[in-house]
């Protein structure tokens, strides 16, 4: 069973950041799951210690767009070796005047504009769950980010925000840009709110480092966003990115012991009586603390 195993910590990273410097020992390993293939091989190794796994979510060399990914897969296969932390990193755009490319803001909200929801649980095919998700990201993981943000990123950290998911794979219309400020949206991408979701479900420790890559196309301005202008800008949080992990991952504690690790004590609706076995088994890495009770 995977609570078995040693709490490790998963980091996935998004447009420019498609490896994981200074792991020793390091490895690649294939998982499958019953959710079908993730997006690469993990890869594994020690970083200040501790175990650490890491996935590129658009695969490397970036070959798959966001409504290609397999969302329940990748999460499902950092919990099947033992992740109980993840740190995302994803490039957004700013819906903010003062959010300001390059500079980071680690989200503590999410808004779903997104059309795909059954992609967005584990459950179903006779079990029931319904996760607490008032406050979507882990506020100890969220700090500890931010901490090593302040620390050693040169441009701002802006702690909060929400950060509204759109499906892509094209940029927002002028329009849609607009009406996402109005409402008060802060960030956006395409990627970052089912990993949320499904982390929950997997009783795993989420937060995330939002890049700034561009203004949206709401700043008139600017040059709208295009896949070129952001290039440069993703190298450069890529590079911020990698020296923040390494710090944060130091300062996450050993034990899984925060809200999160238990989110599904008070979610599961359907009795363990009349689980459908085949349903039970392939949610055996999410499930199992409850199976052996």
């Known amino acids: 069973m995977s609570d078995q195993q040693e709490p490790a910590i998963g980091v996935i990273g998004g447009s420019g950041l498609y490896d994981i410097e200074g792991l020793e020992n390091r490895e690649e390993i294939r998982v499958e799951t019953p959710f079908g293939d993730p997006s690469d091989a993990l890869i594994t190794g020690t970083l200040g210690g501790r175990r650490v796994y890491f996935l590129p979510r658009h695969g490397r060399g970036h070959v798959i767009q966001p409504s290609e990914l397999n969302h329940r897969a990748n999460i499902y296969a950092l919990r099947s070796v033992g992740v109980r932390w993840i740190i995302c990193v994803t490039a957004v755009g700013s819906l903010r005047e003062q959010y300001k490319p390059r500079d980071i803001v680690l989200p503590l909200q999410y808004f779903d504009r997104t059309s795909r929801r059954e992609h967005h649980t584990f459950f179903g095919n006779g079990i029931v769950a319904h996760i607490a998700f008032g406050d979507p990201v882990c506020p100890e993981l969220n700090q500890i980010l931010t901490d090593a943000s302040n620390k050693l990123h040169e441009k701002d950290v802006h702690q909060g925000g929400t950060y509204v998911n759109m499906d892509g794979p094209a940029f927002s219309t002028r329009s849609e ?117």
């Open 177 to 293: 840009s607009e009406a996402n400020r109005q409402l008060g949206f802060d960030i956006i991408g395409m990627t970052n709110l089912p990993e949320a979701k499904l982390a929950r479900e997997a009783e795993i420790s989420l937060a995330t480092l939002g890049m700034i890559t561009d203004y949206d196309c709401w700043k008139v301005e600017e040059e709208a966003v295009t896949a070129d202008a952001v290039i440069g800008h993703l190298t450069a949080n890529a590079a911020a990115a990698k020296k923040i992990v390494a710090e944060a991952i130091t300062n996450i504690p050993a034990e899984p012991t925060w809200d999160a690790h238990h989110s599904l004590d008070m979610a599961l609706v359907t009795d363990k009586k009349i689980w459908p076995e085949k349903t039970a088994k392939s949610l055996e890495a999410i499930l199992g603390r409850f199976q052996e009770s």
